[in-house]
């Protein structure tokens, strides 16, 4: 991950991998934040909306529920990823 910009398909492929999620999507709101804090000038790669749902979430506060998806993203907040809005479907 080092040097590259995060996108929407590496997250994505990320959180399949380390969740096993049945429901998934990854969008790149980077262009919405374009001029505020966090954002890198190139309109992509620093603010995503994550919407996912599996057994990985099931029975677990909603606080937990969304470590699992930080935990597993944090070599893209190292890489740029500014901010993450998650949504969790169970």
Known sequence: MS??????GAIEACLRERLAPDTLEVIDESAAHAGHAGANGLGYGTHFRVRIGGPAFVG??????HRLVYDALQKF????????????RT
Do not use: N
């Open 3 to 8: 040097g590259s910009v995060p996108t929407a």
């Open 60 to 65: 677990k506060s909603r606080v937990a529920q």
């Open 77 to 88: 907040t190292d890489a740029g990823l500014h901010a993450l809005a998650i949504e969790i």
